[in-house]
């Protein structure tokens, strides 16, 4: 089994900065993409950053230029830098792992959020 947890959320004003981290353990043999995602109340679940085994990342476009994700292949953990937030980026933030036996696709394992919240 694999288990993500997720830290660094929590308040902070409009123009402000947060930084997430998501640690992955368990029986890994590969870790391929990972991601971000975001839940604002009554909305969907929609993608924020995504970023290749290999560092390669890619951006919603509400985040381009603000978000910045990175990670750590030999701590099994994830990055998400979060400046100029807005309070629209209110949301529960969770974390996404594809594992496998092998360097490509695998399996989704998810963490179980964090909150971030901005003030206006």
């Known amino acids: 089994q694999v288990q993500l947890v997720e830290s660094g959320g929590g308040l902070v004003q409009a123009g402000g900065s947060l930084r997430l981290s998501c640690a992955a353990s368990g029986t890994i043999r590969y870790i391929n993409d990972m991601g971000w995602y975001r839940q604002a109340p009554g909305k969907q679940r929609d993608l924020v950053a995504i970023?290749?085994?290999?560092?390669?990342?890619n951006y919603a476009d509400s985040v381009k230029g603000r978000f910045t994700i990175s990670r750590d292949n030999a701590k099994n953990t994830v990055y998400l830098q979060m400046t100029s937030l807005k309070p629209e980026d209110t949301a529960v933030y969770y974390c996404?792992?594809?594992?496998?036996?092998?360097?490509?696709?695998?399996?989704?394992?998810w963490g179980k959020g964090t909150l971030v919240t901005v003030s206006s």
């Open positions: 996404n792992a594809k594992v496998g036996t092998i360097p490509w696709g695998g399996s989704d394992y």
């Open positions: 970023i290749t085994r290999g560092g390669i990342p």
